[in-house]
């Protein structure tokens, strides 16, 4: 099946801007989406699509695409930020419908 | 407000079975292929198995491949997840999942998930 990669942590200045990556050969053909889990907690939608933000995401959330790689940006990063981001997409070698990112920490300093 | 509950999670012996279940509620569920997602601990996602609105076309993960099945009853607005001959590294929390599919757009994800229920293999 196809894979998706991530960083494993990345780490941001309260306030600053962060980008969290996510490649795979799958995004030549799907756009990317991307949760957001918080220790104990169940992973929430925060982008999908093009660029599109669920009802209650904060506008710092925004999303983009780049051939094999998508990016998700945290524009002016708030400490409730931390948590583990995942990117997911559908699976374009066909043999399984889904693919997850490896995840990325990220902390907030 | 869709909600999603999942339940039957707990202590299971390697080589036994465990079924699972995940009560929907707030929307068209038969509209809606539906997905298991687990997360060992301290580990990242990883995608079990899926099915579609109707229920006649299922996948899985090849980890979960003849021992998984995937189901659902859209009179009673629930899916399954029967798991058999399982092993010590299907111990996870699993959760259900409410996909979306827009072809024309090529954007695919889940906007709904449940909290999750434990499953312990272990002896």
């Known amino acids: 099946s196809s894979e998706l990669t991530q960083d494993p942590a990345v780490s941001v200045a309260l306030g600053q801007t962060v980008r969290i990556t996510c490649q795979g050969d799958s995004l030549r053909s799907y756009y990317a989406s991307w949760y957001q889990q918080k220790p104990g907690q169940a992973p929430v939608l925060v982008i999908y699509?093009?660029?599109n933000r669920p009802s209650g995401i904060p506008d710092r959330f925004s999303g983009s695409s780049s051939g094999n790689t998508a990016s998700l940006t945290i524009t002016g990063a708030q400490a409730e930020d931390e948590a583990d981001y995942y990117c997911?997409?559908?699976?374009?070698?066909?043999?399984?419908?889904?693919?997850f990112g490896g995840g990325t920490k990220l902390t907030v300093l | 407000e869709v909600q999603l509950l999942e339940s039957g999670g707990g202590l299971v012996q390697p080589g036994g079975s465990l079924r699972l279940s995940c009560a929907a509620s707030g929307f068209t569920f038969s509209s809606y292929a539906m997905s298991w997602v687990r997360q060992a601990p301290g580990k990242g996602l990883e995608w079990v198995s899926a099915?579609?609105?109707?229920?006649?076309?299922?996948y899985y993960a090849d980890s979960v491949k003849g021992r998984f099945t995937i189901s659902r009853d859209n009179s009673k607005n629930t899916l399954y997840l029967q798991m058999n001959s399982l092993r010590a590294e299907d111990t996870a929390v699993y959760y259900c999942?409410?996909?979306?599919?827009?072809?024309?757009?090529?954007?695919?994800?889940?906007?709904?998930w449940g909290q999750g229920t434990l499953v312990t293999v272990s002896s």
């Open positions: 999942a409410k996909e979306v599919v827009l072809v024309v757009y090529a954007t695919y994800y889940f906007d709904y």
């Open positions: 699509g093009k660029n």
């Open positions: 099915i579609s609105g109707s229920g006649g076309s299922t």
């Open positions: 997911n997409s559908r699976d374009s070698s066909g043999n399984h419908p889904w693919v």
